[in-house]
């Protein structure tokens, strides 16, 4: 019994040790199963940091870009910036003394030229009372002409004087009729301050007149459209650039565009004190010239040379010293292909550069042979047409005017920079 007793104690411990593994076996099965089912902990989302966005570049920025590298070309001297609007229109007097330019704001601005250069410089305004299309200045700077409008189809002449404070101050003199029924092209003033004329494109007229307004005669160039005009500076011819590629001088000359080239002159009564016109009479033809139509043209300051631009993409240095009394013709002493049609050709007065423009571009050769020297790929803003070239007086700079600008911008002579 008492083995029996004692077999019975050790089963009983056996017992206890096996159950409590198996609840510990249990409970972590439970636990177990427990967190299985409870739902992983979400981390919040990382943001990324925001970056400041970049600005854009706007239209304005990138005009100012451009403008800001046509400014920093060497060439560039200054510029005038008093119109409000569009410069349509500029001229220099030949003495040098006073340069002129005519906006769309209905405004001409008057400079001493020995100012144009200066920083900050102030131009007279003379307020208009309609727009104007052309301005001219006479020889010795003391009358200015303003081309009114094609419906109005006159010329206002204007006086100037010195003021108190030295500039150029204006006062309307009066308004001229002239026969012009279509716009007129060109309007210039003989240096000698004697005459000046008056071109019309699709009427081709050419007219002449005294300084008092009064028609010297009207001359029809009849070659389908007149594109300018202009007087040598020694006064004794005018040219017209035409359509039809002629060029004709007259003393007074007279150029136009087409394969005859003919010049023209002012003839002025012999062996009297004063100037007298007798009338206009052809004077030389330019013959194998260009095959298009004369844009521009730019006597020499002596009158021995004239420098010719054309649609057919080159331009001409012409001799015109020639005896062309005894039908002696001009001769071309070179010829430079551009390939590209030449709006515009300026010689300057010492007779060493020529400049020329098309497609915005401003390129400078020399004179005396046509080789190039220096170019401007974009003279104005992204490139606008030019409208107009002028050199100063004393060949140190060359003005220019474009499409859509309100600036005129002037240019050192490269050889003089």
């Known amino acids: 019994m008492a083995s029996g007793l004692k077999d019975g104690g050790d089963g009983s411990t056996l017992w206890l040790i096996v159950g409590g593994v198996v609840t510990l076996v249990i409970a972590a099965i439970v636990a177990f199963l427990l967190n299985k089912k409870k ?8 943001v990324p940091k925001k970056q400041p966005a970049k600005k854009k570049e706007s239209k304005k920025a990138t005009t100012d870009a ?9 060439l560039l001297l200054g510029q005038l910036r008093a119109h409000e609007d569009e410069v349509i229109s500029m001229t220099f007097s030949a003495s040098g003394t006073a340069f002129a330019t005519l906006g769309e704001d209905r405004t001409v ?3 001493a030229a020995k100012e144009m250069t200066a920083k900050d410089v102030k ?5 208009l009372e309609d727009h104007g299309d052309l301005v001219a200045l006479s020889g010795d700077g003391s009358h200015l002409l303003l081309v009114l409008p094609l419906a109005v189809r006159s010329i206002r002449l204007f006086s100037l004087k010195k003021g108190k404070d030295g500039k150029p101050q204006a006062a309307k003199v009066r308004d001229i009729a002239t026969k012009h029924k279509s716009e007129m092209k060109s309007i210039c003033v003989a240096n000698n301050n004697k005459y000046f004329l008056t071109c019309s494109e699709s009427d081709t007229l050419v007219s002449l007149f005294n300084m008092q307004g009064e028609e010297l005669t009207t001359v029809d160039t009849k070659k389908i459209k007149n594109n300018m005009a202009s007087i040598s500076p020694d006064s004794r011819f005018f040219t017209v650039g035409t359509f039809t590629g002629d060029v004709k001088v007259a003393r007074c000359f007279v150029l136009t565009s087409a394969a005859a080239r003919q010049i023209y002159e002012v003839a002025t009564q012999k062996g009297s004190d004063s100037w007298a016109f007798k009338g206009v009479v052809q004077a030389m033809n330019l013959v194998n010239g260009h095959s298009s139509s004369v844009n521009d043209l730019s006597f020499a300051s002596d009158t021995k040379k004239l420098a010719t ?4 993409g080159t331009w001409k240095m012409w001799n015109i010293d020639v005896r062309y009394a005894q039908k002696e013709d001009p001769k071309v002493l070179y010829s430079v292909k ?11 007065p010492d007779g060493s550069v020529v400049v020329i423009s098309y497609e915005g571009q401003l390129h400078f050769y020399a004179a005396a042979d046509g080789s190039p020297i220096d170019s401007v790929p974009r003279a104005h803003y992204a490139g606008e047409r030019i409208r107009s070239l002028l050199w100063s007086p004393d060949s140190k700079f060359v003005a220019s005017s474009a499409v859509k600008d309100r600036a005129v911008r002037l240019w050192k002579n490269p050889l003089k920079a």
Do not use: F, M, W
């Open 109 to 111: 601005r008057l400079y």
């Open 309 to 312: 631009c054309s649609k057919d």
């Open 338 to 348: 551009v390939g590209k049609p030449v709006e515009h050709i300026a010689l300057s």
């Open 39 to 46: 739902p992983a902990a979400v981390e919040a989302p990382v």
């Open 66 to 74: 451009k403008s800001a590298k046509t400014a920093e070309h060497p």
């Open 123 to 127: 131009p007279q305004r003379i307020n």
